[in-house]
C-alpha cells in the first residue's frame, strides 16, 4: 500500500512530502522566526519573571502528557529476581 500514489492528476504522480521540508513548511517557520525575534527583545522581561512557575507547571504537565506506553521495561524485573 506504501507504493501507491497518494494523488493522480491525468497520470502524473505526485509524490507526498512532509510538511516541514515543503515549501509552505520552510516558509512558516521563516515567518515564526521573523516574528518571535522582535516578540523575543521586546518582552523578556515579562516573560523570565513566569519562567520559574512555567518550569513548576511543566513538570505535572510532563507526567500528564508523556506517553504511557514507556513502561515495558518493567516486565523482566521478576524473573530476573527468580533465579
Keep these: 500500500m506504501k507504493d501507491e500514489p497518494d494523488s493522480k492528476?491525468?497520470?502524473?504522480v505526485i509524490?507526498?512530502?512532509a510538511f516541514w521540508t515543503s515549501r509552505t513548511g520552510i516558509a512558516l517557520c521563516a515567518l515564526i522566526a521573523v516574528a518571535a525575534v522582535p516578540l523575543i527583545l521586546e518582552h523578556r522581561a515579562h516573560a523570565l519573571q513566569?519562567?520559574?512557575y512555567a518550569l513548576l507547571l511543566a513538570c505535572p504537565l510532563m507526567h500528564l502528557?508523556?506517553?504511557h506506553g514507556g513502561h515495558g521495561g518493567h516486565r523482566?524485573?521478576?524473573d530476573a529476581n527468580q533465579d
Design 65 to 67: 502528557f508523556h506517553g
Design 50 to 52: 513566569w519562567l520559574p
Design 76 to 78: 523482566g524485573h521478576d
Design 9 to 12: 492528476f491525468h497520470g502524473v
Design 15 to 17: 509524490p507526498r512530502t
